[in-house]
């Protein structure tokens, strides 16, 4: 049956804005000429560009484009470590949020190819890596040092968002010590670093298990805290997390609801955060109408 015309319009707007994402990137870009374009400022500001976006519909359409971009760059400049860490973290998002779960397999996977890339460009013994014991890794990591970090922290983000589209479970995934010991030592170079990220993803992993099989909720609690406190709690999706990973872990109605109600208070516009922050408030709602049935 043929579209009604109200809805052929809409699509047709969809696309539009898609499209216009899309050659904003592309003119931003050849603005900025080849040699600012291999640097760190243009993919900086490429990210943020769509990471300031409050509508996630028009990132959705629109972020192909850009990753059909960053994709053509990379074969160009197959060691740069600012783009590769680029089209890592751009990979995992789309992966992550938007893709179904077939196509975030793939996707997190080239994400992750990337993000190894990345770091192998930037610190050579990262280059061997793959199937690293556990024990050498950290050994190794030490060796890194803020001049890397930029390139640790998409190593690590593209790990995680790839662990998470192919396990069902993730606290039965053996690669987790490995990611943590990434983000721990990323969270040693400065904890600052992206206002608080590398708390917020360890408030994630230690509270993936209860204490019983190992989990660290106190630890975990900690993370979060120190993470809002970073970001001046302009960081919605923390507080999503906080209530989802470790106020349910540990049945903390009081705390869950709280930390959603003041998601669904705040506002979403915040440089840096407002796409995530649309999407958690999403999520706040979905969890906070869930809360009585789950305590």
């Not at 060691?79 to 975030?104: E, I, T």
């Not at 030592?185 to 204490?211: C, M, V, W």
């Not at 840096?272 to 922050?277: D, I, K, M």
Request: hydrophobic share 45%; aromatic share 8%.
């Amino acid at each position: 049956m043929p579209a009604a015309p109200a809805e052929v319009v809409a699509r047709v707007a969809r696309l539009q804005r898609g499209l216009c994402l899309g050659a904003l990137a592309f003119l931003a870009i050849s603005a900025a000429g080849c040699a600012n374009l291999i640097g760190s400022r243009a993919s900086a500001t490429l990210s943020a560009a769509i990471l300031d976006q409050d509508d996630p519909l028009l990132v959705e359409s629109g972020l192909p484009a850009y990753l059909l971009l960053i994709d053509g760059l990379i074969k160009r400049h197959p060691d740069n470590a600012p783009l590769l860490g680029a089209g890592a973290q751009m990979f995992a998002l789309y992966g992550s949020r938007f893709a179904d779960k077939q196509h975030a397999i793939a996707l997190t996977a080239k994400a992750r190819g990337y993000g190894e890339r990345a770091m192998c460009a930037r610190y050579e013994p990262a280059c061997h890596w793959s199937g690293i014991g556990y024990d050498d890794l950290v050994g190794q990591l030490g060796g890194v040092d803020v001049k890397q970090i930029d390139a640790l922290y998409s190593y690590g983000v593209s790990w995680i968002a790839n662990l998470s589209a192919t396990s069902e479970d993730w606290a039965a995934v053996g690669e987790l010590p490995w990611v943590q010991a990434v983000l721990e030592r990323g969270l040693a170079l400065d904890e600052t670093y992206q206002k608080g990220a590398f708390h917020g993803y360890l408030g994630i992993l230690n509270s993936l298990r209860p204490p019983a099989l190992g989990g660290e909720p106190d630890v975990a609690r900690a993370h979060f805290e120190r993470a809002i406190e970073l970001s001046q709690g302009h960081d919605l999706s923390i507080k999503v997390e906080y209530a989802r990973r470790y106020a349910r872990l540990v049945f903390d109605q009081e705390l869950h609801d709280r930390l959603l109600n003041e998601v669904l208070n705040a506002p979403a516009d915040a440089p840096g955060y407002t796409l995530f922050n649309v999407l958690a408030k999403q999520e706040a709602e979905t969890l906070l109408a869930t809360s009585k049935e789950y305590f």
